[in-house]
C-alpha cells in the first residue's frame, strides 16, 4: 500500500494477557519508529530502528515491552501481562533517511 | 537529552486571523525540526519541516521559522480556516540519532467561524 499500515486498528484484551501488534512501513522507508499516545497526551517515544543498526530501545517503559523488525520492514510491538496502563494508541511511523517520519493509522489497545 | 517545549497548550483565533505556536528545544546539536497536525481520532500528519540550515520556510499558508541562536522554532498560519482545527506537534531531532523524534506536549488550536 501507499501509507504505513497497522493492524489490529483495535484491540481489547484483559489485564495480564500478552498483545502483538503489527506495523507494516512504507516500501523502500529505512527507519521505522514506534510511538505511543495516551487519550489526549503526547506523543511517547518508544523504539527506533534505521536499517541494520541495533535498535534505540531507550523508550520502552518496562521489560514487559519488546520489539522487533524482521527482514527490515515488518515489525511487531509485543505487550506481555498487559496492565491497565498500558491503555492507549500505539503509532507506527516509518521515513527514509533524512525525511520526517509518516505515521500509521495507529492500533488502539484497551486492556480491561 | 532533548527536550521540547511547546506554547500555548491552547489557542483560540477567529477565521481569517493569524495563529502562531512556539517550541523551544534544549539540545543545540538537533537540527531538524518538523512539525505535525493531528485531527481528533486521526493519525499525526506532517505539515512542514526545517532544518538548521535554513532559516525560514513557507508552504502557501504555513510557515515555519527557526532561530538556532535561541534554540526556538515557531510555526506560522494565516488566514486561518475551521478546517485548520486541530492539534499541532513540534518536533526536533539530532542528526546521529537519525529521525528520532522528541515531541512538544502540542498545541490545540480552534479557528472560530
Known amino acids: 500500500g501507499a501509507g504505513v499500515s497497522q493492524s489490529p486498528s483495535n484491540k481489547v484484551t484483559e489485564k495480564g494477557k500478552d498483545v502483538e501488534l503489527r506495523c507494516d512501513p512504507i516500501s523502500g522507508h529505512t527507519a521505522l519508529y514506534w510511538y505511543r499516545q495516551s487519550l489526549g497526551q503526547g506523543l511517547e517515544f518508544l523504539i527506533y530502528f534505521q536499517g541494520n543498526s541495533a535498535p534505540d530501545k531507550s523508550g520502552l517503559p518496562s521489560d514487559r515491552f519488546s520489539a522487533e523488525r524482521t527482514g527490515g520492514s515488518v515489525s511487531t510491538l509485543t505487550i506481555q501481562r498487559t496492565q491497565q496502563e498500558d491503555s492507549a494508541v500505539y503509532l507506527c511511523a516509518s521515513s527514509l533517511a533524512g525525511t520526517g517520519p509518516l505515521f500509521g493509522e495507529g492500533s488502539w489497545l484497551t486492556v480491561v | ?113
Not at chain 2, 543545540?28 to 486521526?42: D, H, R, V
Not at chain 2, 506532517?46 to 540550515?53: A, H, P, V
Open chain 2, 1 to 113: 537529552g532533548e527536550n521540547v517545549e511547546q506554547h500555548p497548550s491552547t489557542l483560540s483565533v477567529q477565521e481569517g486571523d493569524s495563529a502562531v505556536i512556539k517550541c523551544t528545544y534544549s539540545d543545540s546539536a538537533s537540527n531538524y525540526f518538523p512539525w505535525y497536525k493531528q485531527e481528533l481520532g486521526k493519525r499525526p500528519q506532517l505539515i512542514i519541516d526545517i532544518r538548521s540550515n535554513v532559516g525560514e520556510k513557507k508552504d502557501q499558508r504555513i510557515a515555519v521559522t527557526l532561530n538556532k541562536t535561541a534554540k526556538h522554532f515557531s510555526l506560522h498560519i494565516t488566514e486561518t480556516q475551521p478546517e485548520d482545527s486541530a492539534v499541532y506537534f513540534c518536533a526536533a531531532s539530532r542528526p546521529e540519532y537519525g529521525n528520532k523524534l522528541v515531541f512538544g506536549a502540542g498545541t490545540i488550536l480552534r479557528v472560530k467561524s
